[in-house]
C-alpha cells in the first residue's frame, strides 16, 4: 500500500525568507503524481504544485518549487520570498496514475506553516 | 466558474442520528471524491463517484454511503452516527480523464454529540 510521511508536524519561516518542506513517499508503482496541497485557516484546499512521476524536471510555480528525488521518494516543497498569506497547513499527497482501481488522493499528516513578520 | 460547493457549512447531530452532506462539483467534472479530515487522523479518502457510479471507497463501514446524481452533484449519507465521525468532510471534483487535479470545496463540519 502507499504511504505518505510529512515528518515535520510544525514549520517557521521569517517573512521573505526560504522554507523547505519535507515528504517521503512508499510505492512500487512507477507512474504517479504527487502534489502539494495548501490549507488556509478557512479551510478550502488549494492546489499548489504538481509533479508527475515521469518527468525528471522539478516542477515550479512562482514562488514554489519541489525536489522531487524519484530513487530516495522524496518530495519536498520550497517556498521562496515567504508572505504572511503563506502560513497554512501544507499536505503532501500522492495518487496513482488513472488506469488502475482507484483515483484517490493519499496524504500525508499535514506541516503546519507559520509566517512571522 | 463557479468552484465546488457544500452544504450545509455546519451540522450538529446527536448520536445514532443520520447526516446527509450535499456537494456539487465544478461544472464539466464527472467525478466527485469524499475525504474525512479528523483531527489526528488527517485526511482519509471515503468514497469516489463517477459517471453516477461508486468506484472506489476507502476503508470505513457501510454506514457511510453515498450516490451521485445525474446532474453530477453528490450526497454522503453517515447511518447511525458515533461520537468518532465528528470531522471536517471534504468533497473534490476533478475530470476523469484530462486534468488530475481534484478541486476541494470548503466541506462540512459534522460535529456529533
Known amino acids: 500500500a502507499q504511504t505518505v510521511t510529512q515528518s515535520q508536524p510544525e514549520m517557521s519561516v521569517q517573512e521573505a525568507e526560504t522554507v523547505t518542506l519535507s515528504c517521503t513517499y512508499d510505492?512500487?508503482?512507477?507512474?504517479?503524481?504527487l502534489f502539494w496541497y495548501k490549507q488556509p485557516p478557512s479551510r478550502q484546499m488549494i492546489l499548489v504544485i504538481r509533479q508527475e512521476a515521469y518527468k525528471q524536471q522539478n516542477a515550479t510555480e512562482n514562488r514554489f518549487s519541489v525536489n522531487f528525488q524519484k530513487a530516495a521518494k522524496s518530495f519536498s516543497l520550497k517556498i521562496s520570498d515567504s508572505q504572511l498569506g503563506d502560513a497554512a497547513m501544507y499536505f503532501c499527497a500522492y495518487r496513482q496514475n488513472y488506469g488502475g482501481a482507484t483515483n484517490k488522493l493519499i496524504f500525508g499528516t499535514g506541516t503546519l506553516l507559520a509566517v512571522q513578520p | 466558474e463557479a468552484g465546488v460547493t457544500q452544504s450545509p457549512t455546519h451540522l450538529i447531530k446527536t448520536r445514532g442520528q443520520q447526516a446527509t452532506l450535499r456537494c456539487s462539483p465544478i461544472s464539466g467534472h464527472t467525478s466527485v471524491y469524499w475525504y474525512q479530515q479528523a483531527l489526528g487522523l488527517g485526511l482519509q479518502f471515503l468514497l469516489w463517484?463517477?459517471?453516477?457510479?461508486?468506484?472506489n471507497r476507502g476503508n470505513f463501514p457501510p454506514r457511510f454511503s453515498g450516490r451521485q446524481f445525474p446532474n453530477y452533484s453528490s450526497e454522503l449519507n453517515v447511518n447511525a452516527l458515533e461520537l468518532e465521525d465528528s470531522a471536517l468532510y471534504l468533497c473534490?471534483?476533478?475530470?476523469?480523464?484530462?486534468?488530475?487535479?481534484?478541486?476541494f470545496g470548503p466541506g462540512t463540519r459534522l460535529t456529533v454529540l
Open positions: 510505492t512500487s508503482e512507477s507512474d504517479y503524481y
Open positions: 473534490a471534483s476533478s475530470l476523469i480523464r484530462g486534468s488530475n487535479e481534484q478541486f
Open positions: 463517484y463517477d459517471e453516477g457510479e461508486e468506484r
